[in-house]
């Protein structure tokens, strides 16, 4: 026996086993978050500004406070082109890493998603989109869908034409087209238009666009004939863009064409140049990268040539959105930090700090967003309840201005339907509801 081989294969291996303990070591030191982005595919356009806010925002954190607490943060995306298939591949490929939570970026993913969350206990945060009844926290305890959902930003949306006609008593008899993507995602908010419809006596249309949205004259042709008070449209990618110019082709007048948060970004408008001044869209957060925490990116991340993309786009809406997921990840995983005195949490301890995420206008202020409304989240609403905000764009200055107040929910009509629904979930996949006493 080579007795000086068998020396240096023994202290090879004690080396080996010595750098997978510290490689182990360190990875248990960080925070793992991945991202499930699309930027390639046909929907592209929308997804790099929202991954690049993501990005940045991660970034922001990492090189200004050296992480969480201290704790370094890892992030790895993953391209899923928007493709639901793809997307569930990049969960399971991820998963292994512990992440403390997983952002679908997309309606039909999480759907997709959300079983495997009761197996994998892994938070799902899926901001503003995906399977509103997860609202319901006792039957879906992963599933977070703050700061407000579909159904109920359908609700501020009727609520905003309301205000517009004189108040919801005034709603009798006009007539309200929703425009849909024929998916998932934009079926979501029929079930609440058609209860307020038979509530308050509006006229109710609806109308599905099938992917990717370019050909939409037969549906423009029934909405002529329609000759609607009102255009309520959930549209997603460049079927947003056809339909403001079609709209504008009709001669329909923008003020009364309303996109929900998903058709509301500046790829919806710009392609129609002047034609879609006017137009109206529901959002969640202000427009614009006039805040504290621009300057804040700009300082840490962009003047450091580490930004995701260009300067010059970090006000755009579709990145804010992607940095406020971030944002709500972060604070997640501090209360997590703080209750379970942890630098790591783990699935459980995330789903505690989700579940106590109570953002007040202190909080806000801090994270460098003033004048946000608090948000508070409990173990059975992951909703929140969140008010909504109505937006304009201005096609000469070529931006959003805010035209509303922050309108309430109407929490006291969704809530039942979300969970009457929740319910049949349960009762469908047998689940035994968790209790939130």
């Known amino acids: 026996m080579n007795i000086k081989r068998l020396g240096i294969g023994v202290l090879t291996g004690l080396g080996l086993t010595t750098m997978v303990?510290?490689?182990?070591?360190?990875?248990?030191?960080?925070?793992?978050?991945?991202?499930?982005?699309?930027?390639?595919?046909?929907?592209?356009?929308?997804?790099?500004?929202?991954?690049?806010?993501?990005?940045?925002?991660?970034?922001?954190?990492?090189?200004?406070?050296?992480?969480?607490?201290?704790?370094?943060?890892?992030?790895?995306?993953?391209?899923?082109?928007?493709?639901?298939?793809?997307?569930?591949?990049?969960?399971?490929?991820?998963?292994?890493?512990?992440?403390?939570?997983?952002?679908?970026?997309?309606?039909?993913?999480?759907?997709?998603?959300?079983?495997?969350?009761?197996?994998?206990?892994?938070?799902?945060?899926?901001?503003?989109?995906?399977?509103?009844?997860?609202?319901?926290?006792?039957?879906?305890?992963?599933?977070?869908?703050?700061?407000?959902?579909?159904?109920?930003?359908?609700?501020?949306?009727?609520?905003?034409?309301?205000?517009?006609?004189?108040?919801?008593?005034?709603?009798?008899?006009?007539?309200?087209?929703?425009?849909?993507?024929?998916?998932?995602?934009?079926?979501?908010?029929?079930?609440?238009?058609?209860?307020?419809?038979?509530?308050?006596?509006?006229?109710?249309?609806?109308?599905?666009?099938?992917?990717?949205?370019?050909?939409?004259?037969?549906?423009?042709?029934?909405?002529?004939?329609?000759?609607?008070?009102?255009?309520?449209?959930?549209?997603?990618?460049?079927?947003?863009?056809?339909?403001?110019?079609?709209?504008?082709?009709?001669?329909?007048?923008?003020?009364?064409?309303?996109?929900?948060?998903?058709?509301?970004?500046?790829?919806?408008?710009l392609p129609s140049g002047g034609k879609a001044n006017g137009y109206i869209a529901a959002t969640f957060h202000t427009p614009g990268g006039g805040t504290p925490l621009h300057a804040e990116i700009k300082k840490h991340v962009y003047d450091k040539g580490l930004g995701g993309g260009e300067l010059s786009r970090t006000g755009e809406v579709l990145y804010i959105r992607g940095m406020l997921n971030h944002v709500f990840v972060v604070e997640a995983v501090r209360n997590a930090q703080k209750h379970f005195n942890v630098k790591v949490p783990n699935g459980e301890q995330m789903q505690w700090g989700y579940e106590n995420t109570n953002v007040t206008a202190a909080d806000w202020k801090r994270i460098g967003l003033p004048g946000y409304p608090p948000i508070k989240v409990t173990c059975n609403d992951h909703e929140g309840g969140h008010p909504v905000l109505f937006q304009q764009w201005n096609a000469s200055t070529k931006t959003w201005k805010v035209v509303s107040d922050w309108i309430p929910v109407m929490k006291d009509l969704v809530r039942p339907l979300m969970e009457a629904d929740a319910a049949k979930f349960a009762k469908e996949n047998n689940i035994t509801p968790k209790s939130c006493s």
């Open 21 to 269: 303990a510290t490689e182990i070591a360190i990875a248990a030191e960080q925070i793992f978050v991945p991202g499930l982005v699309y930027r390639t595919g046909p929907y592209a356009p929308n997804g790099i500004p929202f991954a690049n806010g993501m990005q940045d925002y991660l970034t922001l954190i990492n090189e200004r406070d050296g992480g969480i607490n201290g704790v370094k943060i890892v992030h790895e995306e993953c391209e899923t082109g928007y493709n639901t298939k793809v997307g569930v591949e990049c969960y399971e490929k991820l998963k292994s890493k512990k992440p403390v939570t997983v952002i679908p970026n997309s309606t039909g993913i999480t759907y997709q998603l959300i079983p495997k969350s009761y197996k994998d206990n892994i938070p799902l945060l899926t901001m503003g989109y995906g399977r509103t009844s997860a609202a319901v926290g006792s039957v879906f305890p992963w599933v977070f869908n703050f700061p407000a959902t579909y159904w109920s930003q359908a609700t501020a949306v009727i609520s905003y034409i309301a205000g517009k006609e004189g108040g919801l008593g005034s709603l009798k008899g006009k007539k309200i087209v929703h425009i849909y993507h024929n998916s998932a995602y934009g079926k979501e908010a029929n079930p609440t238009l058609k209860v307020m419809a038979e509530k308050f006596g509006f006229d109710l249309t609806l109308l599905a666009v099938d992917h990717p949205g370019q050909e939409q004259k037969a549906t423009w042709l029934q909405i002529r004939r329609k000759k609607p008070d009102w255009i309520f449209m959930s549209g997603w990618g460049v079927m947003n863009q056809v339909a403001v110019k079609e709209a504008a082709a009709q001669g329909f007048p923008m003020d009364r064409f309303i996109g929900n948060w998903w058709s509301g970004s500046e790829n919806d408008v």
